[in-house]
């Protein structure tokens, strides 16, 4: 046997009034147990299946760099681990 409509419909409003359990339920002259065992068995209902696991192999990172282009038409290509304050020296050196 299903939740009726009207079961439904106060869970779904309630869920999105950001009012408590307890509230929601004053609010609408609603019995707070049965609200209670209702909602319980509304995310019964409307749990999905659960996650799946899947198993996965890393083999070495994935290697990045970077391409630096002056005006003057140097170009420097670099790894990507490369430290920042190494780069701002390089930079500083270029000019």
Known sequence: ???S???VNH???WQVS???QSDYCQQQALNYNTFSARLSEYRKA???PAPVLIPVQ???KARSSMVLTHAKGHRVELPDCISAVWLAE???CLD
């Open 1 to 3: 046997m299903g939740l």
């Open 5 to 7: 409509i009207k079961w």
């Open 11 to 13: 869970i779904e409003t």
């Open 18 to 20: 950001g009012l408590k």
């Open 46 to 48: 409307h749990s999905g």
């Open 58 to 60: 890393i083999q070495g």
């Open 90 to 92: 390089l930079l500083r």
